[in-house]
């Protein structure tokens, strides 16, 4: 498979549990985007890493959400002590450079994860 | 800061009728735009872009879009849809410069086509 793919697909977590979601991106994408998408919304930006350089956090709801890439590839988003307002699906995506470009611009997107907090 | 606006959360239509789902967008700067449709239970898959040139252009599954810069609009259109177009569709901008910037999207319009 050549796509972004995510795991957990669905995740069930007790408020105050902490979770970790994977992204795998596509081989070789320098860029990688974490985005998240309440019910009836569209996606919400999150994080942006390139490599393994965190350029961009500005919109992480709150420092109980942290995200990593340390190898330049796979990256995990991290919630710490999980309240019911986390519930959302949470989205990765990865796209080819990190300059903006004709055709290196877009985005692909993974399946995302479904976070239901209880 | 960049803003995306679709005004129509649902759009009914029957198939083989046109149908066209509108998006307006506000930016300081110069941007890039994009259609990206929504499966249920799946990820966003691209449509189609505008990146620069002919301000019409054409997507997968026989969608076109047209740029329009004076009314900052890029509306999504189909001559003919087909039951299997029944999906969630995002508008999404994101700023043309020298960097991969994040895409915003709207807040999605959700086409439905019955028989």
């Known amino acids: 498979g050549a796509g972004v793919s995510q795991s957990p697909r669905y995740k069930v977590a007790k408020r105050g549990q902490d979770v970790a979601l994977r992204c795998d991106p596509i081989s070789g994408h320098v860029s990688l985007f974490w985005y998240q998408q309440a019910l009836g919304q569209g996606p919400e930006f999150l994080t942006y890493f390139q490599n393994e350089a965190q350029l961009d956090k500005s919109g992480l709801p709150s420092d109980r959400f942290f995200a990593e890439r340390p190898e330049g590839s796979v990256s995990t988003l991290k919630i710490q002590r999980t309240q019911q307002e986390d519930s959302a699906v949470y989205l990765c995506?990865?796209?080819?450079?990190?300059?903006?470009?004709?055709?290196?611009?877009?985005?692909?997107f993974g399946p995302g994860t479904r976070l239901t907090v209880l | 800061a960049q803003s995306v606006t679709q005004l129509d959360s649902q759009v009914p239509v029957f198939e083989e009728a046109p149908v066209e789902l509108r998006c307006n967008y506000s930016s300081s700067v110069s941007v890039y735009l994009f259609w990206y449709v929504q499966y249920p239970n799946q990820g966003l898959q691209l449509l189609l872009k505008?990146?620069?040139?002919?301000?019409l252009v054409k997507g997968i599954n026989g969608f076109e879009a047209e740029f329009n810069k004076s009314q900052t609009s890029f509306h999504l259109r189909k001559p003919s849809v087909h039951i299997s177009d029944t999906a969630e569709y995002f508008c999404?901008?994101?700023?043309?410069?020298?960097?991969?910037?994040?895409?915003?999207f709207g807040t999605g319009t959700r086409l439905q086509v019955t028989l």
């Open positions: 505008y990146l620069s040139g002919s301000t």
């Open positions: 999404a901008v994101t700023r043309n410069t020298g960097t991969a910037s994040k895409l915003t």
């Open positions: 995506a990865s796209s080819i450079s990190g300059t903006s470009g004709v055709v290196r611009d877009t985005q692909y």
